[in-house]
């Protein structure tokens, strides 16, 4: 990416819609109603032949207080800091405010490099609002639509000098490697041969659970800086926001979700969409950390997120959050570890690690429980030693008889990994019993030490290898009333 260009302005002009079009997808929330965007998402912009990181912003206010807008100020205004180029759009239809003059100001200063857009110009009603843009002096306005896509050849034609101004320092920290260009969320993105996470291809992790849990202050912590917003309402987070980091050695792309409430009261529509998209980012992770909160744990919410990510086929890490609030840790470490493998048997064995976000303790378990679950998830055995281990597990409790037919193990494989998949090779697969198939997938995690990840077992039927099964064969009628007069 050449350079790195802040999309900021007040609520509701547009900064996600333009930001959705410059990224080529839908990772931004975009609603009618104002101050949906509240955290720094970045992406990967592409305009025509130009490449450039582009970061979406939330609405500036005009407050400096500790309040929720306090917080997504001075996080834009750190963005603002940060970014090579800023584009302050404006909305043409409403022409410019008191608040756009105030804010123009504070770009000046901040930032040497600002690009005026007037967003919502398409048609005639933009003019007046295009003509009143030239009163903030920040240059030339450049009208745009960013729900239609127009003006996209004059907001090239302004960002084209950038590339060239910023080419050096970008030939700078190119490696000498091929490196990935970040997309919305890869998928299987680990290393063919070893499993391990590299530079090109980060370990993905998503952390989800119940609103104020403490997901984006445990991220801010693991990262080592204040990326995401965080505070003590519940519900701050509303997209689902990836952030690139290295963890103890380990390249990491995490993910911040929003929290998952009980269906029933999600009632909004933009709360459905960032639940909605938090789910998302679980479908596309490699290990998802679900987080509780010590002094309500493994509520209903909490065991249906869970089930929801085992049923995905993530590797799962359960962490307790807060636990330096806790004054009896011991006993309950007890009780934790009791209701988790009462509550949650489908993940019998997965890593339950207490943590604090507030103070960093527990972090380095927490890496190392991660880094378990992943080679877990990416384990791959044998055929040789899953038939000899199927033998044992046969002669010591052998398949049952419905129908009084006994059902035949003939052989097991590993069809796949991330999670574990296998293949039996059997008789009468739809008669093979539930009880059964359980009994082999704890088997498989206590045999092969695969605790915790989703297991996935089919019976399947190699089918009748007789060949003259389905073929009729008529009997010469010497021999068929031979064979009548022996029966009478």
Known sequence: MSFTLAIVGRPNVGKSTLFNRLVGKKLALVDDQPGVTRDLREGDAKLFDLRF???????????TDDSLQGRMRRLTERAVELADVCLFLIDGRVGVTPSDEVFADILRKKNARVVLGVNKAEGAAGDSGALEAWSLGLGEPVRLSAEHGEG???LYRILLPFREEFAEREAANTPETEVEIEGEIGEDEVDPVAHRPTA????????????????????????????????????????????????QGTPIRIFDTAGMRK??????KLEKLSVADGLRAVRFAEVVVVLLDVEIPFETQDLRIADYAET???????AVNKWDLEDEKQEKLAELKEMFERLLPQLRGAPLVTVSAKTGRGLDRLHDAICRAHDVWNKRITTARLNSWLGAMTEAHPPPAPGGHRIKLRYM????????????????????????????VNGLRDHFEMPGVPIRIMFRSQGDKNPFKERKFHTPSRLRKHIEGRKD
């Not at 990181?53 to 407050?63: M, S």
């Not at 269906?263 to 909004?268: C, G, S």
């Not at 995905?312 to 359960?318: D, K, L, Q, S």
């Open 53 to 63: 990181t582009v970061i979406d912003t939330a609405g500036l206010e005009e407050v």
């Open 413 to 440: 494989t590993q069809v796949k990994a991330r999670p574990p998949g296998f293949v039996v090779m059997c008789s009468r697969p739809d008669e093979m019993p539930e009880s059964y198939k359980r009994y082999l």
């Open 152 to 154: 996209m050849d004059d």
């Open 312 to 318: 995905e086929g993530r590797a799962v890490v359960v």
């Open 200 to 247: 090109k291809r980060p370990l993905q992790i998503a952390v989800i659970g119940r609103p104020n849990a403490g997901k984006s202050t445990l991220i801010n912590k693991i990262i080592g800086e204040d990326r995401l917003l965080t505070g003590p309402e519940a519900g701050i987070t509303r997209d689902a926001i990836s952030v690139r980091a290295d963890w």
């Open 263 to 268: 269906k029933a009261r999600v009632v909004e």
